[in-house]
């Protein structure tokens, strides 16, 4: 169950008027951080109408309403993001994401794809193929865009837990190593310091179980249990019985699914 990432963008678009005028956007900031996206989103609704072309401020109200569960309307501020910067890979990443929150696998890749072709270093994108890659079977492809994804970037920490998750639990023996699962979700797990526990703890625990390490593997698997959303939970526990019993975990693909599993960033 590998994790897509999605980007919320923290820099303001404009001149210095426009930013030192618009204390709305830099509240908004604020709420995301704390995870209020409702105040967030009213902030910057004021925050466009005082800068309508500020691209930052749409890419930043579309994650808020992705992670409501609005994909359409997340969607719709990720196209307007696009209209005013066209050249942004994130934005492209992002809808992209929403595109396969929404089960539209075909547009989340081209998104991806647009992405990496206006900005060959969005290690966003090439994180994102590879977990869609990794779940349809592709695991070459896999394999070889978390690695990109690290190349863009080597401390992005989602291609980090996402390369440590695959070497643990792919269902082809060729691209498992227990080890380097373990040294990839153990330095995601520290550059995340805290961020987003769910998605570091998922890796460690799929990383120790493929190392043999049980008991471990377990004792975050219990962890992880506690920190997944209601949709995961019966997952989760499934997952947890599994290293009680000393068995690792093989991941499914696509067809297998009911959701794949979103991480925001």
Known sequence: ????????????????A?????????WALQWDSQGNYDKAIADYNCAIEICPDDAVAYNNRGYDWYMKGDFDKAIADYNQALAICPRDGAYYSNRGVAWNDKGDLDKAMADYNQALAVD??????YNNLGCIESARGEYEKAK???YRCLSADPNYVAGLEN???????CPDPKYR?????FENASLGY???????PYSSHNALAAAYAESGDFAKAAAWQEQVVQLAPAKDKTMQTARLELFKQH???RSKQYTELTKQTQNAN
């Not at 919320?8 to 210095?16: A, D, E, K």
């Not at 390369?163 to 639990?169: K, N």
């Not at 520290?190 to 987003?196: E, R, T, V």
């Open 177 to 181: 190593d227990g080890k380097k699962a």
């Open 247 to 249: 068995q690792p975990y």
């Open 1 to 16: 169950m590998p994790f897509v990432a999605l980007i919320c963008g923290c820099l303001f678009h404009g001149t210095p």
């Open 144 to 146: 070889d865009d978390f």
């Open 18 to 26: 426009q930013a030192g005028d618009n204390c709305y956007f830099n």
């Open 120 to 125: 060959p270093n969005t290690a966003s994108a």
């Open 163 to 169: 390369l440590g998750f695959f070497q643990a639990t």
């Open 190 to 196: 520290q550059l995340d310091n805290g961020a987003d």
